[in-house]
C-alpha cells in the first residue's frame, strides 16, 4: 500500500511529464508553423513559377528550331561529301534518299496530309540537293509556327508496316532528328569502308563554325 507522500510523489511527476509534453508539443508546433512561413517567405511567387515554365517551354521550341537548322545543315554536307567522292549511285546515296523521305513523311504526318513519297526512294544526286533544300524551309516554316500547346498533341498515323498509332508532336520531331542522325552514322561507315572521306558533321564543329545560329 502506497504512502501519502508516494501519492503526492506520484501525482507531481504525471504532472511534470504533463507539463513537459505539452511544452514539446508546443515547441513541435511552433517549429512547424516558422517552418510553414520559411518556406512561404522564401517561395517564389505563382507568377514566377508561370514564367519559369514558360521560359523552359520557349528554350525547348528554341532548342528544336537549332536542332533542325543543324539537321539540314548536316544533309548538305553529307550530299556534298558523297558529290566529292563520285558516290552519287552507292548504298550511302540510298541512305540519304531514306533520310530526305522519312523527313517529309513526318512533317506530312504531322500535318495530316497524305504520304508523297515512298520510304525508300531511288533519288539521284539532284533529287537528293532538292529535297534537302525543301526539307529545310518545310521544317523551318512549320516550327516557326509551332506554339508550346502543340508540342503534346497527340498526332495519329499508320506506319509501314499498316499499323495505326498515335504519338505526341514533341516525340515525333525528336524521332526525327534521332533517325536522320543514324543513317548519317551509316553513311560515313559506307563511305569509310570504301576508302572515301565522310563529311564533317558534328554538331559541335557547326556551332563553334557559326554554321548554325
Not at 50 to 58: H, P
Not at 122 to 134: D, G, H, M, P, Y
Request: proline share 3%; charged share 20%; aromatic share 8%.
Amino acid at each position: 500500500m502506497f504512502s501519502s507522500n508516494s501519492s503526492i510523489s506520484l501525482l507531481s511527476q504525471e504532472k511534470c511529464e504533463r507539463t513537459v509534453n505539452n511544452k514539446l508539443q508546443f515547441a513541435v508546433e511552433a517549429d512547424y508553423i516558422c517552418g510553414l512561413q520559411e518556406a512561404f517567405l522564401h517561395a517564389p511567387a505563382p507568377g514566377l513559377l508561370l514564367k519559369s515554365r514558360s521560359s523552359l517551354i520557349m528554350d525547348l521550341l528554341e532548342h528544336l528550331r537549332r536542332q533542325f537548322a543543324y539537321d539540314a545543315w548536316a544533309n548538305g554536307e553529307v550530299l556534298a561529301a558523297l558529290n566529292s567522292s563520285a558516290l552519287t549511285t552507292t548504298r550511302a546515296l540510298q541512305l540519304l534518299a531514306h533520310i530526305l523521305s522519312a523527313e517529309r513523311l513526318w512533317v506530312e504526318r504531322i500535318r495530316r496530309r497524305s504520304q508523297t513519297l515512298p520510304v525508300w526512294p531511288a533519288f539521284s544526286f539532284r533529287q537528293c540537293e532538292a529535297q534537302i533544300a525543301e526539307l529545310a524551309a518545310l521544317w523551318s516554316g512549320y516550327l516557326s509556327q509551332l506554339s508550346s500547346a502543340h508540342l503534346t498533341e497527340n498526332v495519329p498515323y499508320k506506319n509501314s508496316k499498316g499499323e495505326t498509332w498515335n504519338s505526341t508532336v514533341q516525340d515525333i520531331l525528336t524521332h526525327v532528328l534521332l533517325h536522320s542522325a543514324y543513317h548519317r552514322g551509316q553513311i560515313a561507315a559506307e563511305m569509310r569502308a570504301g576508302g572515301k572521306q565522310p563529311a564533317y558533321t558534328d554538331f559541335i564543329h557547326a556551332v563553334r563554325q557559326g554554321l548554325i545560329e
